[in-house]
Structure formats: structure tokens, C-alpha cells
């Protein structure tokens, strides 16, 4: 049915936005909580980085690329030499592709242009394969 928000808390999911624009941070944050995927926010790549350093783990890092103290770019690179291995978004409103490709050779799994809404979360979802359910079923992908 068009519309249905899929519930992935029975999932016990784990993400953590990385963004260092405030409402962006509130944005995906609860963009999370709509589809019950548990959620810590962070403002700068080194932030990131720290978090994991302190045993946190998370199966999604929605990855902003421009951000102070340490951007996405830097941070991605790191959390992979680091050997973290959770599925990484990078969404940003910069979309050139120099810049995309870059992103992208830094370890992401998948590049979303911002502004999220709830169809690009699911869409990331989808495309990192994740199980998605609605009402009705459970969808595998």
C-alpha cells in the first residue's frame, strides 16, 4: 500500500548520523525513529570516529561529506582502515561527480543526494539490504 512506513524494530537496527547541520541531524534522526531503527547523532566526522574508538557499534552511518573539525570523506576513510564494517550512506546536497566519485572510493556502500525523506531512507535500506517489513510481510532484500 502507497504511503506505509515499513517498522524495522523487531530488526534492532542500529545508526548513527553524522551531519553537522542541526536540522539535518534532526531530520534523519527522526526519520529513524519513524521506522523504529534505534539512532545516535554525531557532528563531525571525528566524532565518528570516536564513537566506534568506544566500542559503539552501528550497522548504518548516514555519512554527511562536508562537515568541520573532520568531513565525511576523511571519516569514511578512517572507520575502513579502522576495519569497521557497517554499511555507510553518504548523503550530502553536493552531488558533482568528482566529488560523489571521491566520496564513494572512501569506502561508502552508497551515495544519497539530501534531502532524506522517508522513501530515500527506505530506498538506502533496500539498496544496503536490509530487511524492510510493512503490515502485511516481511521483504528480504
Known sequence: MAGEVPNLAESKLRALVVDDNLVNQMTHHKLLDRLGIQ?????????????????????LILM???????NGIQA?????????????????????EEERKEFMEA???YFQEKPLTIS??????HNLDFCVQNQNHTKFF
Open 39 to 59: 539512532n545516535d547523532v554525531v557532528c563531525n566526522g571525528q566524532e565518528a570516529v570516536d564513537v566506534h574508538c568506544s566500542g559503539r557499534n552501528y550497522d
Open 64 to 70: 554527511d561529506m562536508e562537515m568541520r573539525i573532520m
Open 76 to 96: 569514511t576513510k578512517i572507520l575502513r582502515e579502522m576495519g569497521i564494517e557497517s554499511k555507510i550512506a553518504g548523503v550530502t546536497t553536493r552531488a558533482e
Open 107 to 109: 569506502g561508502l556502500n
Open 120 to 125: 530515500k531512507l527506505v530506498s538506502i535500506l
